[in-house]
């Protein structure tokens, strides 16, 4: 079983919707808790980055932490159709020097 | 400027060549790391440099891989006898030793097919 799960998707959803993506995770040393874009053929980005428990807002996305169940979710609002994208969640312990990533959920946003 | 670049951006080759992958890092970054991606899943971690040294493999690079950083800036992923199994998106990313995780900022990518 992996560390990190993610639903693969595609996560289809019209202009102007709220996004809302997750995971789980099994290794309760992670407490570096990372969102990152990626298109097609690129690199991954980093959208949000959280430190351990907690929610953080930035503009449109809002990422939440919750370490008692080990799940950790994304929200973008007002959806726009250059959100459509793979979005990978990925983790860390606090002196860690790897990234673990989920398996990324595709995003289709139809306008 | 400068972000992390890769070359080349896609390779093809045939089953059992060898293959060489160029990393050149953000300028001041002296680390270094390298992630294999397959289509439809999230990246892997293969191995980090600092410098010139290689800190950390993951047992997900076998003897057929080999990655260095001669001179601590540009690295050079390299794969022997290539498999069909090895075709994947191999990503570099660097940061500045002490920076934060989340600090690692990642190139373009290379895209191996192997045939």
């Known amino acids: 079983q992996k560390e990190v799960e993610q639903d693969p998707g595609p996560l289809s959803v019209p202009e102007g919707a709220i996004v809302s993506l997750n995971c789980t995770y099994s290794n309760s040393a992670f407490q570096y808790f990372m969102w990152y874009r990626q298109y097609s053929r690129k690199g991954p980005e980093l959208l949000m980055y959280t430190y351990s428990s907690g929610n953080k807002e930035d503009g449109r996305f809002t990422a939440q932490v919750d370490k008692s169940s080990k799940y950790i979710s994304l929200f973008i609002r007002d959806s726009q159709p250059s959100d459509s994208a793979t979005y990978l969640c990925a983790m860390s312990p606090p002196a860690g020097n790897k990234l673990t990533f989920g398996g990324g959920t595709r995003v289709l946003v139809k306008p | 400027d400068t972000g992390v670049s890769q070359d080349p951006r896609h390779k093809i080759t045939k089953r059992g060549q060898n293959v060489t992958f160029r990393c050149d890092p953000i300028s001041e970054h002296n680390r270094l790391y390298w992630y294999r991606q397959t289509l439809g899943q999230g990246p892997e971690f293969l191995t980090y440099f600092q410098n010139e040294a290689q800190l950390e493999k993951s047992r997900l690079l076998s003897d057929r891989f080999s990655a260095e950083r001669p001179k601590g800036s540009f690295s050079t992923l390299e794969i022997q006898r290539t498999e069909q199994g090895d075709s994947a998106m191999y990503l570099c990313?660097?940061?500045?030793?002490?920076?934060?995780?989340?600090?690692?900022?990642f190139g373009p990518g290379t895209r191996l097919t192997v045939t």
């Open positions: 990313a660097s940061s500045l030793a002490g920076t934060a995780i989340y600090e690692q900022y």
